[in-house]
């Protein structure tokens, strides 16, 4: 089993940036892709970006693509999420997650990650 803590969130206006950061203690960081999620109040979890464990192999969502670029050091055992000039439709709990196995498959459905951090509140003015 693995541990997550997100950090980063926080309150931030339109246009703005933030970059929210993930550590992990527990099993091997560096052996499984892992990636982010997020909920906005009232609607479905949904998919935001993975990346695979050695770093060569990134996806997003079309939503972010291009603005939030994801990111992992596996020495300091922390995931990234950059997060790029910041629309008020980006407001939601983010989340951490780790895939269940090591293959960088079904990386958007939330039944492929078996451990999942507590979340962190981004909210983006208008």
């Known amino acids: 089993q693995v541990q997550l803590i997100e950090s980063g969130g926080g309150l931030v206006q339109a246009g703005g940036a933030l970059r929210l950061s993930c550590a992990a203690s527990?099993?091997?960081?560096?052996?499984?892709?892992m990636g982010w999620f997020r909920e906005a109040s009232g609607k479905e979890r949904e998919f935001v970006a993975a990346?695979?464990?050695?770093?060569?192999?990134?996806h997003y969502a079309d939503s972010v693509k291009g603005g939030f670029p994801i990111s992992r050091d596996n020495a300091k055992h922390t995931l990234y999420l950059q997060m790029n000039s910041l629309k008020p439709e980006a407001t939601a709990v983010y989340y951490c997650?780790?895939?269940?196995?090591?293959?960088?498959?079904?990386?958007?459905?939330?039944?492929?990650?078996?451990?999942w951090g507590q979340g962190t509140q981004v909210t983006v003015s208008s």
């Open positions: 527990g099993r091997t960081f560096s052996d499984y892709a």
């Open positions: 990346m695979s464990w050695t770093g060569g192999i990134t």
């Open positions: 997650v780790v895939k269940t196995s090591k293959t960088f498959v079904e990386i958007t459905r939330t039944f492929a990650y078996g451990s």
